[in-house]
């Protein structure tokens, strides 16, 4: 299982979240198996967005995707460029 991890500054955490939430159907048609999202402790604006999908390539193709950024810039009010990576699994322990 790959992750695609979004980490950007939202306008307004609200909008952020209805827009993630009618994206759903997307993300689904490329590939991705399931979505988290996570705010800063301290500011709620601060957002990071983990993806899963079953391969790096599939992550990596939907980070590039025009409809994401499209979505990003709307979700986002423009506040900020967001920053992507993808990652593999290398280690897994039970603690």
Known sequence: MALLII???VGDY???KEV???DQERRRRS????ARVHQNAIDANDV???LEFET???AKEHGEGLELHEAIKWATSNVSMPD???LEPAMETDA
């Not at 590939?31 to 399931?34: E, H, I, S, W």
């Open 84 to 86: 992507f990576v993808v």
């Open 20 to 22: 993630f939430l009618d």
């Open 7 to 9: 980490h950007h500054k």
């Open 56 to 58: 790096a390539e599939q």
């Open 48 to 50: 990071w967005v983990v």
């Open 31 to 34: 590939g991705c198996k399931g």
């Open 14 to 16: 609200e909008t952020f």
